[in-house]
């Protein structure tokens, strides 16, 4: 029996690997509720899947198994799909961290429907507009500089301004796997950032990853400064606008004090510096507030 359209996940998504950092990610878009629920999946030191059109969610952990069993991506997807009664229904790519990738496309996804592969990534998807939104992904996510979240994301905004899905926009997702990459390095999950329902998914998901970027990403030695001079009066004033002292002249003690209890609030802990210096990261934040 064929599957309702509304049923299935159709989808453009990109399953890549960095050689350099060992993460391994999957990024997502669909006109399809909660798309980071079902597509992405990843695991440190084995690969990432993506699962979608009629989706087989075991795909995804059963896929990582079977790579993590030494299988290789195609080897892999030939054993997921050939017991699967469903299988011309499915579309899966998967990678591994020897760079092996492969991507299935099912004979009766609906059109258009295709993936391509390369060293490091498969790029799929299904119900699209036509297949420069394929081609667009691959281009970018293989000329752009940058670590594997942000060629991730570069890749999906290229497939959406190509086209993406016929249907339209709703969800979208990252997720990246990375060594003790997870929170207080107790797990790998790394990057785990969803987009359950909005207008502009991938634009919403991009923001919400430089957040991540700002509350746990490492200060940059180039964004250190002395709060002296300019540096101090911005940030007095700052400090002044959000209610945390009564005037922009204080002094000193009262200014790192109150300065400290603002990252602290805000979960700026991984961006505390020693007293009397700040990342100026977050004081551009601080602007935007």
């Given at each position: ?7 299935l996940?159709?989808?453009f ?6 050689p350099?950092s060992g993460e391994?990610?999957?990024a997502v878009?669909?006109k399809f509720?909660?798309?980071g629920?079902?597509?992405p999946w990843?695991?440190a ?10 989706a087989?969610p075991s ?6 198994q079977l790579?993590?069993?030494g ?20 579309q ?5 961290v020897?760079g092996?990738?492969a991507?299935?496309?099912g ?5 258009y ?8 990534f498969?790029v799929?998807g ?16 293989e ?8 060629r991730?994301l ?6 959406q ?12 997702a990252l997720y990246v796997?990375?060594?003790q ?7 790998d ?17 991009s923001?919400?990853y430089y957040?991540?970027?700002l ?5 940059k ?10 540096v101090?009066q911005?940030?007095?004033k ?11 002249h204080v002094?000193d003690?009262i ?6 209890a ?5 979960n700026?802990?991984?961006?505390e510096?020693?007293k009397g210096k700040?990342?100026?990261?977050v004081l551009?934040f601080?602007k935007?507030?």
């Amino acid at each position: 029996m064929r599957q309702p359209k509304s049923k299935l996940v159709s989808t453009f998504s990109i399953a890549g690997y960095d050689p350099v950092s060992g993460e391994v990610g999957v990024a997502v878009q669909s006109k399809f509720l909660g798309v980071g629920s079902v597509v992405p999946w990843a695991k440190a030191g084995v690969g990432a899947v993506a699962t979608q059109s009629l989706a087989n969610p075991s795909y995804g952990p059963n896929g990582l198994q079977l790579l993590q069993q030494g299988m290789s991506p195609e080897e892999a997807i030939r054993t997921l799909t050939e017991e699967d009664s469903n299988k011309d229904m499915r579309q899966v790519g998967i990678v591994d961290v020897q760079g092996r990738a492969a991507s299935f496309t099912g004979v009766d996804c609906y059109p258009y429907a295709g993936g391509r592969t390369g060293e490091n990534f498969a790029v799929q998807g299904n119900i699209l507009v036509d297949e420069e939104t394929i081609d667009e992904m691959v281009n970018k996510f293989e000329t752009i500089k940058g670590t594997l979240a942000e060629r991730l994301l570069a890749a999906l905004e290229a497939g959406q301004y190509a086209g993406g899905d016929k249907r339209g926009k709703q969800s979208a997702a990252l997720y990246v796997a990375k060594e003790q990459g997870g929170y207080g390095a107790f797990n790998d999950r790394f990057i785990d950032l969803r987009v359950d329902d909005h207008k502009e998914p991938i634009h919403e998901l991009s923001r919400l990853y430089y957040l991540h970027q700002l509350y746990f990403g490492m200060t940059k030695e180039e964004n250190i400064a002395v709060i002296e001079g300019e540096v101090r009066q911005e940030l007095s004033k700052q400090l002044k606008r959000i209610g945390y002292i009564p005037t922009v002249h204080v002094v000193d003690d009262i200014l790192y004090k109150n300065f400290a209890a603002f990252l602290h609030k805000e979960n700026f802990e991984e961006r505390e510096l020693e007293k009397g210096k700040i990342d100026l990261e977050v004081l551009e934040f601080m602007k935007r507030m």
